[in-house]
């Protein structure tokens, strides 16, 4: 009787989930694509992925709650409520958020790759060395006399780059 009741929700659920299936299995293969096109590693990629599937799940719960009998008026008050509380508590930590945000940017138009040797032209201190990974949050950067450093996603953006040798990371392990 209960499903009885539900059925047309249950079916247009049914009919959304294989939707986002689809939608979720073409936006991974095309992330893996330009990642792989762009040489990137496959734990960026998952990292891409992960953030496009949670991106999905989030539109797809906002549909499911629409098929269910909430009210649009409701669920854009429920969402703006709850992105506000979020964004008050992301202000606090906007470093994390754009360190996030470049990470994305930068897998989609970085034009540099693990193993190539970059300078940054940073006027404080520039610096020079290998890319060994490029992380979520940061670029881990391997110096000449094999200091490792960590320099953040956000600031790689704003400064300027030079591309000194294109995989130079077989260069770099003849000499230790």
Same mark, same amino acid.
């Given at each position: 009787m209960f499903l009885k009741n539900l059925e047309n929700e249950l079916i247009s659920s049914a009919i959304l989930l294989i939707i986002f299936i689809i939608i979720r299995i073409t936006l991974k293969i095309s992330i893996k694509k330009i990642g792989r096109k762009s040489g990137i590693n496959d734990a960026r990629i998952g990292l891409i992925i992960r953030y496009s599937t949670f991106t999905l799940l989030l539109i797809f719960l906002l549909f499911i709650a629409y098929i269910f009998g909430a009210e649009l008026e409701s669920l854009t008050l429920v969402f703006s409520s709850v992105f506000a509380v979020i964004g008050i508590a992301l202000f606090a930590i906007w470093s994390? /958020?754009?360190?996030?945000?470049?990470?994305? !940017?930068?897998?989609?138009?970085?034009?540099?790759?693990?193993? =190539?040797? %970059?300078?940054?032209?940073?006027?404080?201190?520039?610096?020079?060395?290998?890319?060994?990974?490029?992380?979520?949050?940061?670029?881990?950067?391997?110096?000449?006399?094999?200091? /490792?450093?960590?320099?953040?996603?956000?600031? !790689?953006?704003?400064?300027?780059?030079?591309?000194?040798?294109? =995989?130079? %990371?077989?260069?770099?392990?003849?000499?230790?």
């Open positions: 994390i /958020l754009s360190n996030i945000t470049s990470g994305i !940017i930068m897998f989609f138009s970085f034009p540099y790759k693990v193993g =190539d040797k %970059i300078k940054i032209h940073d006027k404080d201190a520039p610096l020079e060395g290998i890319i060994e990974d490029i992380r979520a949050f940061q670029l881990h950067l391997r110096q000449d006399n094999g200091d /490792l450093v960590t320099y953040p996603n956000n600031l !790689i953006l704003q400064k300027a780059v030079t591309l000194v040798q294109k =995989d130079a %990371i077989e260069d770099f392990g003849d000499m230790h």
